[in-house]
């Protein structure tokens, strides 16, 4: 069959500053990282990178968790991971529900043939740290508790501390969703006790989407090695990936590992290192902060309460008046500046403007506000 589009030319895109719930703007130094040559994912040269790898997202978790690797996969497959390796059929599991990505879980638990228990509070609320002790109160046989701690649809920061600490005091493992907060804001694992987080690479590490960070503490590993019944899921199944990713004895092969994007997280890790994240912490807190009082001056207000407000995702109401897709439309046309719309409940009503990674820079902060100024001036 011969090929009939002999129009379809190698594909350019344009150049686009991405102020959205991510992907955030990808730094030169990943994308060159990224094309550097190809090379076998047993060669030594590749597996000694990989423990680079595993050291450095130790210190972008904050954890001396041994088992911690990038999944290949986006952020949903790194949820996945921790829902088939740790629910078991019939485990009762304590999920809290403020956005999107906590019904996502429920929806893991339940596939996963485990019991879900919601915890429900608003979108644009924080998990309530109240409601979650009642719910183990009424459920003292839950094996786990689930919790987003950054929620990327409303730009709700929940403490994940304080969840960390009544999962423990009841007993139970804790999942911890921190794909939005990772690099962006503290994500303490050891120092919260954290039993399995999740992450990805396309938000606050600003590599491009397709790895999934994860973290695994030893009562994690313990629940996985007790299990009665096999992980359903062959390709994320923990005791297999690891004879790849585990450092220890001969590595032998799983699946192909994305050599030149975990090329790029590499490199995105490094630059987190040379930062130190204790200041990209800082710089997320200084951009929003200006953002903020641009935004305010344009007569915006913010959907979150400002104790619970992510930096690095800033939820505004549309002004009244304005049309959410002709708006999105010219900033997109005009100015090649992408932010996100509102999702599930908040579509229509809400705009998102993401400042991670790299895109939290002043650079970004002073072109959004003026887009933002031309598009909306009367
Ligand atoms: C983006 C996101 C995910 C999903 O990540 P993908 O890479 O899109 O699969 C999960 N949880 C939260 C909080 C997110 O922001």
Same mark, same amino acid.
């Given at each position: 069959?011969?090929?009939?589009?002999?129009?379809?030319?190698?594909?350019?895109?344009?150049?686009?500053?991405?102020?959205?719930?991510?992907?955030?703007?990808?730094?030169?130094?990943?994308?060159?990282?990224?094309?550097?040559?190809?090379?076998?994912?047993?060669?030594?040269?590749?597996?000694?990178?990989?423990?680079?790898?595993?050291?450095?997202?130790?210190?972008?978790?904050?954890?001396?968790?041994?088992?911690?690797?990038?999944?290949?996969?986006?952020?949903? =497959? *790194?949820?996945?991971?921790?829902?088939?390796?740790?629910?078991?059929?019939? %485990?009762?599991?304590?999920?809290?529900?403020?956005?999107?990505?906590? *019904?996502?879980?429920?929806?893991?638990?339940?596939?996963?043939?485990?019991?879900?228990?919601?915890?429900?509070?608003?979108?644009?609320?924080?998990?309530?740290?109240?409601?979650?002790?009642?719910?183990?109160?009424?459920?003292? %046989?839950?094996?786990?508790?689930?919790?987003?701690?950054?929620?990327?649809?409303?730009?709700?920061?929940?403490?994940?501390? !304080?969840?960390?600490?009544? !999962?423990?005091?009841?007993?139970?493992?804790?999942?911890? %969703?921190?794909?939005?907060?990772?690099?962006?804001?503290?994500?303490?694992? %050891?120092?919260?006790?954290?039993?399995?987080?999740?992450?990805?690479?396309?938000?606050?590490?600003?590599?491009?989407?397709? +790895?999934?960070?994860?973290?695994?503490?030893?009562?994690?590993?313990?629940?996985?090695?007790?299990?009665?019944?096999? =992980?359903?899921?062959?390709?994320?199944?923990?005791?297999? =990936?690891?004879?790849?990713?585990?450092?220890? *004895?001969?590595?032998?092969?799983?699946?192909?590992?994305?050599?030149?994007?975990?090329?790029?997280?590499?490199?995105?890790?490094?630059?987190?290192?040379?930062?130190?994240?204790?200041?990209?912490?800082?710089?997320?807190?200084?951009?929003?902060?200006?953002?903020?009082?641009?935004?305010?001056?344009?007569?915006?207000?913010?959907?979150?309460?400002?104790?619970?407000?992510?930096?690095?995702?800033?939820?505004?109401?549309?002004?009244?008046? =304005?049309?959410? !897709?002709?708006?999105?439309?010219? +900033?997109?046309?005009?100015?090649?500046?992408?932010?996100?719309?509102?999702?599930?409940?908040?579509?229509?009503?809400?705009?998102?403007?993401?400042?991670?990674?790299?895109?939290?820079?002043?650079?970004?902060?002073?072109?959004?506000?003026?887009?933002?100024?031309?598009?909306?001036?009367?």
């Amino acid at each position: 069959m011969p090929f009939t589009a002999p129009a379809i030319k190698p594909f350019q895109p344009p150049r686009r500053t991405l102020m959205g719930p991510g992907p955030s703007d990808v730094p030169p130094r990943i994308l060159e990282a990224m094309a550097r040559p190809t090379i076998g994912h047993l060669d030594p040269a590749f597996t000694d990178m990989m423990e680079e790898l595993k050291q450095l997202l130790r210190y972008a978790f904050q954890t001396e968790n041994k088992l911690t690797f990038p999944v290949s996969g986006p952020g949903s =497959v *790194g949820m996945e991971t921790c829902f088939v390796n740790l629910v078991e059929p019939g %485990d009762k599991v304590i999920v809290c529900i403020n956005g999107v990505f906590g *019904g996502r879980m429920v929806e893991n638990v339940k596939r996963a043939g485990g019991i879900a228990v919601t915890v429900e509070d608003a979108w644009g609320e924080p998990v309530s740290v109240a409601k979650v002790m009642d719910a183990f109160k009424a459920n003292p %046989d839950a094996k786990l508790l689930a919790f987003v701690h950054a929620e990327t649809s409303t730009g709700a920061q929940s403490d994940a501390k !304080a969840l960390a600490e009544l !999962a423990r005091q009841h007993g139970a493992l804790t999942i911890m %969703d921190c794909v939005t907060s990772l690099g962006g804001t503290p994500v303490l694992v %050891d120092e919260w006790g954290i039993d399995a987080a999740y992450s990805g690479s396309q938000k606050c590490l600003s590599c491009t989407p397709g +790895l999934s960070p994860v973290t695994f503490g030893a009562r994690a590993i313990a629940k996985v090695q007790a299990r009665k019944t096999p =992980v359903q899921s062959w390709f994320m199944d923990l005791n297999l =990936v690891l004879g790849y990713w585990s450092g220890e *004895g001969k590595r032998t092969y799983h699946h192909t590992a994305p050599i030149n994007p975990l090329y790029g997280l590499h490199e995105a890790l490094v630059i987190l290192a040379e930062e130190g994240i204790e200041n990209a912490w800082t710089r997320h807190r200084a951009m929003h902060e200006q953002l903020k009082a641009g935004l305010e001056k344009l007569g915006m207000r913010f959907v979150v309460a400002e104790g619970a407000r992510l930096p690095q995702l800033n939820s505004v109401y549309i002004p009244e008046g =304005v049309d959410d !897709a002709a708006a999105r439309g010219r +900033l997109l046309k005009e100015f090649d500046l992408e932010i996100g719309a509102g999702l599930g409940a908040l579509a229509g009503k809400i705009w998102r403007i993401g400042l991670m990674g790299y895109s939290a820079k002043q650079q970004n902060v002073d072109y959004c506000l003026k887009a933002l100024t031309a598009v909306l001036k009367p």
